[in-house]
């Protein structure tokens, strides 16, 4: 196994790897993340900002990122009804993120209120300034989870899904697609 180096993550042979990942912010506010940020420099473009940090220092830590110049992927994975997820959609929005995600179990109507969320907070120009790493499209990138990594299939079954993790996950993801998300 290759052993990569800070540095040699600025070689322009990483460029690939660079604008494909993320390097997670678990930590609980700015200051913690803000170190992390700064020991990865230009090595690293891409930040995932969680629910641990975005409760913490959110509001901070996704406008320091953004005049950094730094990607942001928002992994707060949220399920709510539709309304409320709307709404915390549009409340992102107003961040310059290149993606964000929910949870598919919250079903095809809070899917669908997402996607037009996120849609019509582009189309009514409510999106700060297009985002430093949003897509062509200039609006973030929507993914859903499908099922935890956490979860097994007796855990599943404890919380009252009749099929195993592998048929619920291509199941949950049909649905995503149908709904229009991004992945």
Not at 82 to 98: D, F, K, S
Not at 116 to 142: E, H, I, N, Y
Not at 160 to 177: F, H, I, Q
Request: net charge negative; charged share 25%; glycine share 10%.
């Amino acid at each position: 196994m290759t052993t990569v180096h800070r540095d040699d993550l600025l070689d322009s042979r990483y460029d690939r790897v660079r604008q494909a990942s993320y390097l997670a912010l678990d930590v609980d506010n700015w200051q913690q993340a803000n170190r992390l940020v700064s020991l990865f420099g230009e090595a690293v473009d891409g930040y995932k900002v969680g629910l641990q940090l975005f409760h913490g220092d959110g509001p901070t830590a996704l406008e320091q990122l953004n005049r950094l110049g730094k990607r942001v992927f928002l992994d707060v994975k949220l399920h709510d009804i539709p309304n409320t997820v709307a709404g915390a959609l549009r409340a992102i929005c107003q961040h310059n993120i290149e993606m964000v995600n929910v949870h598919a179990s919250g079903g095809r109507k809070m899917l669908e209120a997402a996607r037009q969320a996120v849609d019509d907070s582009v189309a009514s120009g409510s999106r700060g300034d297009g985002g430093v790493g949003a897509g062509a499209t200039g609006k973030p990138l929507l993914i859903a989870v499908t099922a935890l990594t956490s979860l097994s299939d007796d855990a599943l079954q404890e919380i009252g899904y009749r099929m195993p993790a592998k048929e619920l996950v291509l199941r949950l993801a049909a649905l995503t697609a149908d709904c229009g998300l991004d992945g």
